[in-house]
Antibody
Framework: QVRLQESGPGLVRPSQTLSLTCTVS??????????WSWIRQPAEKGLEYIGR???????NYNPSLKSRVTISIDTSKNQFSLRLNSVTAADTAVYYC??????????????WGQGTLVTVSS | DIQMTQSPSSLSASVGDRVTITCRAS??????LNWYQQKPGKAPNLLIY???TLQSGVPSRFSGSGSGTDFTLTISSLQPDDFATYYC?????????FGGGTKVEIK
């Protein structure tokens, strides 16, 4: 059974960098069939796709966040990470990591972490 | 960027009702659309992928249809466990975009 677990600080100061790690168990993050993604959700609001990374290291980012986001992967640790620079209160949200299963005509999140709340506040 | 407009943003319905939620894309996305259900405090759960394929384990009262820019999620007979928020997600470009969500509440 694949499991994903987010970890990182729950409180980040404005203008600082938000850093989260997703640890994957029950499967290899280096498998070429999956993307590894970050999604966030502010309280009482909808879902926002932040970005994703393939095992090769190639990435896709949400254009609205692209200038501030970096997603990286460490196959030796079976982890992938999110860095979001210059945060403001608007970045306060529950952050989810998720696995994307991709095929010839389909692509969907099949496993999710439980989510971690990150609050941006001084 | 492809924008997804989901409607309604909320609805009230009774157990046994037929419920329809729609998503409209700002440009054609072929059939590259998924539907997710989210309950409070939980990660979303996949219901339907590629417009109409029911994910394993999802009850058959859920169905999806559409093509091009207009898509529909239908719950044929609403059950108590179905009260939740529903999101569409298009994946026709490199990174998908979610619809704004539809909260289904008890009437």
């Amino acid at each position: 059974q694949v499991r994903l677990q987010e970890s990182g600080p729950g409180l980040v100061r404005p203008s600082q960098t938000l850093s989260l790690t997703c640890t994957v168990s029950g499967g290899s993050i280096g498998s070429g069939r999956y993307y590894w993604s970050w999604i966030r959700q502010p309280a009482e609001k909808g879902l926002e796709y932040i970005g994703r990374i393939f095992s090769s290291g190639s990435t896709n980012y949400n254009p609205s966040l692209k200038s501030r986001v970096t997603i990286s992967i460490d196959t030796s640790k079976n982890q992938f990470s999110l860095r979001l620079n210059s945060v403001t209160a608007a970045d306060t949200a529950v952050y989810y990591c998720a696995r994307v299963l991709s095929g010839s005509y389909y692509e969907y999140f099949d496993y999710w972490g439980q989510g971690t709340l990150v609050t941006v506040s001084s | 960027d492809i924008q997804m407009t989901q409607s309604p943003s909320s609805l009230s319905a009774s157990v046994g009702d037929r419920v329809t939620i729609t998503c409209r894309a700002s440009q054609s996305i072929s059939g590259y659309l998924n539907w997710y259900q989210q309950k409070p405090g939980k990660a979303p759960n996949l219901l339907i992928y590629a417009t109409s394929t029911l994910q394993s384990g999802v009850p058959s009262r859920f169905s999806g249809s559409g093509s091009g820019t207009d898509f529909t999620l239908t719950i044929s007979s609403l059950q108590p466990d179905d009260f939740a928020t529903y999101y569409c997600l298009q994946y026709s470009n490199y990174l998908g975009t979610f619809g704004g969500g539809t909260k289904v509440e008890i009437k």
